[in-house]
């Protein structure tokens, strides 16, 4: 089966830019995760979709960030106005579970988005 | 408080060599625990999964281990090879209404020739 497919690979902006990261889940999968990966750090989540539908957004910089899922399979992660501790990798996962916990469908990351913020 | 914590923080062994990598957490109530291996610039990938009734579980040359009483897990890799170097990050998860799953901040692997 196809993986999750992440778009762009990098992205370096000035601060006080914006900039969208886009995802594409494994066909079929109903739950999507956008993480924020900084480095040497382990992802921490962001946003977590069932569907079209917010199931987590409780760490979500709502003043800056946003995202949606809008016909529930590929999704976008939206960042207005980009700071500098911004810089970070973008991750997006998917499962056929709801549950994050679920014992036989792990979350399948895609390769992520490193975004630099000069 | 529910956290994971991972140790070493970097490690660097002779390929053929075997390394331990240890993971300990505090999150309750516990549901399962999941170690993930994650290449350079790669997303994480699933290795093992195991539940507080699965001690060991192992996937090629990587063995997990799991002591639910003492909260501690470990992950074996034997006769390290090149491409075992990357980032192994252990992940917790509880069960409860709420959907988290906690993160260690990874043990970065290097295997050297």
């Known amino acids: 089966e196809a993986g999750v497919a992440q778009s762009p690979r990098y992205k370096i902006i000035e601060k006080r830019q914006s900039v969208a990261f886009w995802c594409n889940p494994i066909?079929?999968?109903?739950?999507l995760y956008w993480y924020q990966q900084i480095l040497g750090q382990g992802p921490k989540l962001l946003i977590q979709?069932?569907?079209?539908?917010?199931?987590?957004d409780s760490q979500l910089p709502k003043d800056r960030f946003s995202a949606e899922r809008l016909k529930g399979v590929d999704s976008t992660l939206k960042i207005q106005p980009a700071k500098l501790e911004d810089s970070a990798v973008y991750l997006c996962?998917?499962?056929?579970?709801?549950?994050?916990?679920?014992?036989?469908?792990?979350?399948?990351f895609g390769n992520g988005t490193r975004l630099t913020v000069t | 408080k529910n956290q994971v914590e991972q140790s070493p923080q970097s490690l660097i062994i002779l390929e053929g060599k075997n390394c331990t990598l240890q993971c300990n957490y505090t999150v309750s109530p516990f549901s399962n625990l999941r170690w993930y291996k994650q290449d350079t610039g790669r997303g994480p990938v699933s290795l093992t999964i195991?539940?507080?009734?699965?001690n060991t579980k192992s996937n090629g040359r990587y063995t997990a281990t799991l002591d639910a009483d003492t909260k501690q897990s470990s992950l074996h890799i034997t006769a390290s090879q090149l491409s075992d170097s990357a980032s192994y990050i252990c992940v917790v998860s509880e069960q409860t209404g709420a959907n988290n799953l906690f993160f260690g901040t990874g043990t970065r692997l290097t295997v050297i020739p």
């Open positions: 195991m539940t507080f009734s699965e």
């Open positions: 066909s079929g999968h109903a739950t």
């Open positions: 979709f069932q569907n079209n539908g917010v199931v987590d």
């Open positions: 996962a998917s499962s056929a579970s709801r549950a994050a916990r679920s014992y036989n469908s792990p979350l399948h």
